[in-house]
């Protein structure tokens, strides 16, 4: 946020990883590996589907922020800029 505390500014990164489980997701499958991974299988910017898919990634991004602003559950400090980080999956 700005030092306005209205203005806020949409910063993404592009070059992460993909993390891929090593199994195919299903509800009733309850393993670690397959519900929630970290393993870094690849560059993002190596897969072949990023070009594609990293504007409705930002576009999906900014929208939770708009909202976040404008129901008030992300406001800014007047006189002081800040910074949120945020992970999207």
């Not at 594609?52 to 999906?60: E, H, I, L, N, S």
């Amino acid at each position: 946020g700005m030092e306005d505390a209205v203005t806020w500014k949409l910063y993404t990164f592009k070059d992460g990883y993909l993390s891929i489980s090593p199994n195919k997701w299903s509800p009733d499958d309850l393993a670690k590996e397959t519900q929630v991974t970290i393993i870094r299988t690849e560059r993002i910017t190596g897969w072949s589907h990023w070009p594609r898919v990293y504007p409705k990634c930002k576009a999906g991004v900014a929208e939770v922020i708009r909202r976040g602003v404008g129901q008030g559950k992300l406001e800014g400090r007047p006189g002081k800029r800040q910074f949120e980080i945020l992970s999207s999956d």
